[in-house]
């Protein structure tokens, strides 16, 4: 029979994505259609106690009631939010968010995550392997469905070896040798950062007080890979920067099988300077493992496992600090 009110509304799956640069959110039925999107250019607060659930959820509900408007998608039965820095600063989230979306949607099921799972998740899908994902900083994320593993990912000061902050901080510091006249320097850099940063004495002054400072050394690496065709010292740190990588997707790779290896975030469009090297030692350190293509982004991820967690078919391991699932739908 027909119902006489007309079609009722599929109900929804809802993404979210939340980094330093805002917040992303898809809206779509479980395994139907393109996902709705709305994005947000401020980033949630953290505070004493991590991320602000109250603040994301300020951002959040306009966007969704929007997205169900617009869509005619019924508010979401699942819902798997992606955040940077979940593992140390999720406290939060895990307390307050999934009570919160279910008084405001009548979610079922919550899977709140580190982004690098998300990530993994985009890239991959929900199988055995490693992603590299690598921006300002860096993070391997690996997996054999059992259990998470993590190498690197701790910020600027003491790791995210070979990320952007890496590599510009490296060619920063070849420009200061270049210029002090001291071993390892390049006169290419030195060039790009007077030109990008002014004379090279007040740099300390300029960028240490910085609270953005990641991304400010970050913002030097597309002058790195562009010296390296030509300046070995350049090219000598994109080839660290590729060791890096390949030493942290070996530490989580799984050892057994034909795992999957993908690299997935901004970091990457440097373009070949980077990507040969990279490819090159990834292919020394894990010849076992399959080099794919990464799929979709971290919003991707964030989508399937919604997706997955309202079919109840979600095979991912559980693990409070990277993936945390709450009210499992049948």
């Given at each position: 029979?027909?119902?006489?009110?007309?079609?009722?509304?599929?109900?929804?799956?809802?993404?979210?994505?939340?980094?330093?640069?805002?917040?992303?959110?898809?809206?779509?039925?479980?395994?139907?259609?393109?996902?709705?999107?709305?994005?947000?250019?401020?980033?949630?607060?953290?505070?004493?106690?991590?991320?602000?659930?109250?603040?994301?959820?300020?951002?959040?509900?306009?966007?969704?009631?929007?997205?169900?408007?617009?869509?005619?998608?019924?508010?979401?039965?699942?819902?798997?939010?992606?955040?940077?820095?979940?593992?140390?600063?999720?406290?939060?989230?895990?307390?307050?968010?999934?009570?919160?979306?279910?008084?405001?949607?009548?979610?079922?099921?919550?899977?709140?995550?580190?982004?690098?799972?998300?990530?993994?998740?985009?890239?991959?899908?929900?199988?055995?392997?490693?992603?590299?994902?690598?921006?300002?900083?860096?993070?391997?994320?690996?997996?054999?469905?059992?259990?998470?593993?993590?190498?690197?990912?701790?910020?600027h000061l003491l790791g995210?070896?070979?990320?952007?902050?890496?590599?510009?901080?490296?060619?920063?510091?070849?420009?200061?040798?270049?210029?002090?006249?001291?071993?390892?320097?390049?006169?290419?850099?030195?060039?790009?950062?007077?030109?990008?940063?002014?004379?090279m004495p007040g740099l300390?002054?300029?960028?240490?007080?910085?609270?953005?400072?990641?991304?400010?050394?970050?913002?030097?690496?597309?002058?790195?890979?562009?010296?390296?065709?030509?300046?070995?010292?350049?090219?000598?740190?994109?080839?660290?920067?590729?060791?890096?990588?390949?030493?942290?997707?070996?530490?989580?790779?799984?050892?057994?099988?034909?795992?999957?290896?993908?690299?997935?975030?901004?970091?990457?469009?440097?373009?070949?300077?980077?990507?040969?090297?990279?490819?090159?030692?990834?292919?020394?350190?894990?010849?076992?493992?399959?080099?794919?293509?990464?799929?979709?982004?971290?919003?991707?991820?964030?989508?399937?496992?919604?997706?997955?967690?309202?079919?109840?078919?979600?095979?991912?391991?559980?693990?409070?600090?990277?993936?945390?699932?709450?009210?499992?739908?049948?």
């Open positions: 029979m027909t119902d006489p009110a007309g079609p009722r509304p599929s109900p929804g799956v809802l993404a979210v994505d939340s980094g330093g640069s805002g917040l992303r959110v898809a809206l779509s039925t479980a395994g139907h259609g393109a996902p709705a999107r709305r994005s947000s250019r401020v980033p949630v607060r953290t505070g004493a106690r991590g991320i602000d659930p109250a603040h994301l959820m300020e951002q959040l509900t306009p966007m969704v009631r929007a997205l169900t408007a617009e869509t005619g998608v019924e508010p979401p039965v699942a819902v798997a939010v992606g955040a940077a820095g979940f593992g140390t600063l999720g406290e939060a989230l895990r307390a307050e968010l999934p009570a919160a979306l279910a008084r405001e949607f009548g979610v079922r099921g919550v899977a709140l995550a580190s982004d690098a799972v998300t990530a993994y998740v985009g890239a991959l899908g929900c199988r055995p392997g490693a992603v590299v994902a690598a921006g300002t900083g860096l993070i391997a994320l690996g997996t054999d469905l059992t259990a998470w593993h993590r190498a690197d990912g701790w910020g995210d070896c070979g990320g952007g902050a890496w590599i510009g901080r490296a060619g920063l510091e070849a420009a200061l040798r270049a210029h002090d006249g001291r071993p390892g320097g390049s006169v290419p850099l030195l060039t790009r950062a007077e030109e990008r940063f002014g004379p300390p002054g300029r960028l240490y007080p910085r609270p953005d400072r990641p991304a400010v050394l970050a913002s030097f690496a597309p002058q790195v890979a562009a010296c390296a065709p030509g300046d070995p010292v350049a090219a000598g740190i994109l080839r660290t920067a590729a060791r890096h990588m390949a030493d942290a997707a070996a530490a989580v790779c799984p050892t057994g099988g034909e795992p999957r290896v993908a690299l997935t975030g901004g970091l990457f469009r440097l373009g070949d300077a980077l990507l040969a090297p990279v490819e090159e030692e990834l292919a020394r350190r894990l010849p076992h493992a399959r080099r794919t293509t990464a799929a979709g982004d971290p919003l991707d991820g964030a989508i399937r496992i919604a997706t997955d967690l309202a079919a109840g078919v979600l095979t991912l391991p559980d693990d409070e600090t990277v993936l945390y699932v709450v009210n499992r739908t049948p």
